[in-house]
């Protein structure tokens, strides 16, 4: 099946402790059924310190589940959920079923 979330699109967070937060998409994990939204589920984490990073406790986005995601419409930011559509070319493009534009990626 093809992906509804990817790399790079605007989501809003639905369920949990960060809902209603709106964030970027930086890695989709499609076996674990998973993504990484910046800026949301923020987690500390203790870091040994190493050559390339310096030790402490930093603060690292935790995956979130994609059933708890939604794109954010393009026009309006609200959640969408999306369909596709074939275009004339053969194209095969993200459709916003809430308003019916086009999800660019």
């Not at 203790?46 to 935790?62: D, L, P, V, Y």
């Amino acid at each position: 099946m093809a992906a509804k979330i990817r790399k790079g699109d605007k989501v809003v967070v639905l369920t949990g402790r960060d809902k209603g937060r709106t964030g970027e998409v930086i890695e989709v994990r499609p076996t674990e059924n998973r993504a990484l939204v910046r800026g949301v589920n923020m987690v500390k984490r203790h870091q040994r310190q190493s050559a390339q990073q310096e030790g402490g406790i930093i603060s690292k986005e935790a995956p979130v589940h994609l059933s708890n995601l939604a794109v954010a419409d393009p026009k309006d930011g609200k959640p969408t959920r999306i369909g596709f559509k074939i275009l004339a070319d053969g194209k095969k493009v993200r459709v916003a079923k809430r308003s019916g534009a086009e999800i660019n990626g």
